[in-house]
Structures are given as C-alpha cells and as structure tokens.
C-alpha cells in the first residue's frame, strides 16, 4: 500500500504526536468558532513556530461531524505544472495517525480528463498540501476512519484556467460533507523574494504590507474572482496560493451562476512571520479565513 511519508516532521513542525495534538489544541483553543460551520478555509503552510496559532483560526470554523470528505488544494512549489494534478499514494502518513485518500474520487476527477498524477517524489518534496494535514487531523480526531481526503495539487493557472477548474469542482463544493482547504500563505516580502513593493504613505514596511495584504484579502471576501485576478495583475502581490484560491473563487462563481448567492467568506486572523523595518529585512504574511454557505 503506497504510503506518502511525512517528510516535513521534525523540522517544519514536531514529529511527536504527543506533542504536536498538546501544540495543535493549545491552538485551537486560543481561536474563536466566529464564522462557521466552514464549506472552505484558507490557512497558511509555512512551519508551525511560523503560523500555527494563524491558522487555528481558519481550522477552528470546521464542523467535523458533518464533514465526510476534504479535499486539500496546494499550490506546486517545485515543478512546472500546468493543470492540477492528484496523487498516487492510498494514504498520507502524519505522526497523530494516518489519512486515507478518496480513490473514488479520484477517479471520478481522472475521468474529466483533466488531471495529471504526481508521482511519489513531487508529493513528497511538496509541502503545501502537507502543513494542513496535522490539523485537518487534530481536528477530525473523534471521526478518524469517518473521513477520507482529496490532495490536489494546482499548477500556475490562467483565469480561464481557475475558472474551468472552479466549476468543475463546484458540485462537490455543493455538498455540505465536503470541506475545501486552500493552501496559501500572502505576501512573500523582501530581496530574498525578489519582492520589496513599498507605499511609503503607510509609514513603516510591515505597515504597507499589511495593507497591501488587506486590500487582496478585502477583495477574496468579495468573491470576486476578476477583481482578484486585476489586484494580482496591479502589485503582483507574491500571494503563493493565488491559484487555488483562484480556483475557490472561480467554484464560487459558478454556484452563483447558478443562482445560488447566499455565500460569505470572512477573514478571521492575520500575521506576519515578522515586522520589516528597512528594505535589508523579509518576511512572509499569514491570513486565515473561512466559507459558509447559508442555505
């Protein structure tokens, strides 16, 4: 049975469960239930010293008993992908207990014609789908073999590309025991990241970052997918899970033209990684948020 090991353990986050549930519910229950149960989450992926109390926020918002199925979409950080892809493993391993994959699913996705696989080492390599898995475990804890999930991982999209993915995964965002994570963390900042735009009106830099964030994170509550594609077009703001997210936007945006409009998405927590002062410093942004459906 192939098996996806756990390769950022013991050193992106801790490797013994003990610890890391104690870490996890320390977390949890440090972040308010404000706006659930959540259809979508997005949350951040860096190591957990980093953003594990940020996305508590957006873990928080999920209802467990309700939800039979998750399936996680992370951007690729280290190959060229042009669709989405899935993955080969039957189960992902974390050191809380193991997570079964939907075969089903899967093949239903396969079917479209759509979709690539990713072999053992690029899932392996990734670590964007793997940053959520401790949590989505944590949080599902009491229903551990009531669940499955569904790894994709989403290439460097066009909108037209966002939007086709979008309403082709929009069915199964229809169904209320289906959760959607999206995997992103927000600004990358700094000359490490080739990045370093500063509004100077803002005062100090962490300051126009945070703004900067805001005004993309103002406009994601919007669910607007155009007008997040025209924010990322402006300041190429080095958000690294635009495409998911764009894909959320775009699943969104096809339910909506199917006269279903009562959805909100809310933004619960931010952060940075920390607070640049001059343009030698970096640092990367953390946001956390959640989807309802209301009907």
């Known amino acids: 049975m192939s098996a996806r090991r756990a390769t950022h353990a013991g050193s992106w986050y801790t490797d013994a469960g003990s610890e890391l549930s104690r870490q996890l519910d320390r977390w949890l229950g440090a972040a308010e239930l404000s706006h659930g149960p959540a259809r979508a989450i997005i949350a951040p992926h860096a190591g957990y010293t980093y953003c594990g109390a940020c996305s508590a926020f957006a873990y928080r918002q999920i209802s467990p008993v309700v939800v039979k199925r998750i399936f996680i979409l992370g951007p690729s950080h280290h190959v060229r992908l042009r669709g989405c892809a899935l993955s080969v493993a039957k189960k992902y391993k974390t050191p809380l207990y193991d997570l079964k994959i939907d075969i089903q699913i899967n093949a239903e996705l396969e079917k479209t014609g759509q979709f690539s696989w990713m072999d053992m080492k690029t899932d392996e390599d990734e670590h964007s789908i793997e940053m959520h898995l401790p949590y989505i475990a944590k949080v599902m804890e009491d229903y551990k073999d009531q669940f499955t999930i569904v790894p994709i991982l989403v290439g460097s999209l066009n909108p037209e590309q966002e939007a086709q993915y979008g309403s082709l995964l929009s069915t199964y965002f229809m169904d209320p025991t289906n959760l959607f994570v999206i995997s992103s963390d927000f600004c990358h900042w700094g000359q490490r990241f080739s990045y370093t735009y500063y509004d100077r009106s ?14 993309g994170m103002d406009l994601i509550e919007t669910l607007s997918p155009t007008a997040f594609t025209e924010y990322l077009r402006k300041y190429n703001n080095t958000i690294c899970g635009r495409h998911p997210i764009g894909v959320m936007l775009g699943a969104v945006k096809a339910l909506q033209d199917q006269g279903y409009d009562k959805m909100s998405f809310k933004f619960l927590q931010y952060a940075q990684s920390s607070q640049c002062l001059d343009m030698e410093d970096s640092s990367v942004s953390y946001a956390s948020g959640s989807l309802v459906f209301e009907f």
């Open 202 to 215: 803002c005062g100090q830099i962490h300051k126009s970052i945070e703004k900067l964030d805001k005004q």
